[in-house]
């Protein structure tokens, strides 16, 4: 399974960027998927996650400001990110769990950096 994340970008305060993950290779299985972001000095963290039913979590930090969704016909995850603000940059990551009978395999994309100033 591969992941590219892309849709990062320079933003100011206030603003939306809308971050795309396609995922390729051997999908069937997915049954989870989320977006991750690590900030200069800070350790990793979830921002999101949608699993196989449709249903989504959402960190605190990030709920009502950003939504998180899928395409299966595009085999690609969204993240719809609004109000930005400066403590959200950080370099975003996707990341998804595929299942097969009692295995769990964890795939990761190459970051995007999402950077909110003036």
């Known amino acids: 399974v591969q992941l590219q994340a892309s849709g990062g970008g320079l933003v100011q305060p206030g603003g939306s960027l809308r971050l795309s993950c396609e995922i390729s290779g051997s999908t069937f299985s997915i049954n989870v998927r989320r977006w991750y972001r690590q900030a200069p000095g800070k350790q990793r963290e979830l921002v999101a996650e949608?699993?196989?039913?449709?249903?989504?979590s959402y960190a605190d930090s990030v709920k009502g400001r950003f939504t998180i969704s899928r395409d299966n016909t595009k085999n690609t995850v969204y993240l719809q990110m609004n109000s930005l603000k400066p403590e959200d940059t950080a370099v975003y990551y996707c990341n998804v769990d595929r299942s097969r009978g009692l295995r769990v395999d964890t795939f990761w994309g190459q970051g995007t950096l999402v950077t909110v100033s003036s």
């Open positions: 949608i699993i196989s039913g449709g249903s989504t």
